[in-house]
C-alpha cells in the first residue's frame, strides 16, 4: 500500500489541516509563506499528493510550529516507534 492512503499519513494531513486553521491561515496565505501555488496545498490536504518529510518541515515553519509538539499530536507517533508503523 502506498503511503498516501495509509491512516498514518491521513492522521498527519488532518492533523496539518487542523493546525493551519487553528493558526487562522487560509491556503492562499500559506501557499505564499511556502512559495507555492494554492492549489499545492489543496492537493496535499485532499490526499491527491504526497508531502515528503522536507515538505513537511517546510509547512511547519511556515506555520510556526515545534516539529516535536507537532509530532506528539499524532496517535501512532506517540505509539512507540517504527515497529507499530506496519
Given amino acids: ?3 498516501i492512503h495509509r491512516p498514518h499519513y491521513a492522521e ?3 492533523k496539518l ?3 493551519r486553521t487553528d493558526c487562522g491561515v487560509t491556503q492562499v496565505e500559506l501557499a505564499k509563506r511556502l512559495g507555492k501555488q494554492q492549489s499545492y496545498v489543496a492537493k496535499i490536504e485532499a490526499l491527491d499528493r504526497r508531502l515528503d518529510v522536507v515538505e513537511l518541515a517546510d509547512w511547519l ?3 510556526d510550529l515545534r516539529p516535536d509538539v507537532f509530532m506528539g499530536g499524532l496517535h501512532w507517533w506517540r505509539s512507540g516507534g517504527v515497529g507499530h508503523f506496519r
Fill in 1 to 3: 500500500m502506498k503511503s
Fill in 12 to 14: 498527519l494531513i488532518a
Fill in 17 to 19: 489541516v487542523e493546525a
Fill in 61 to 63: 515553519n511556515a506555520l
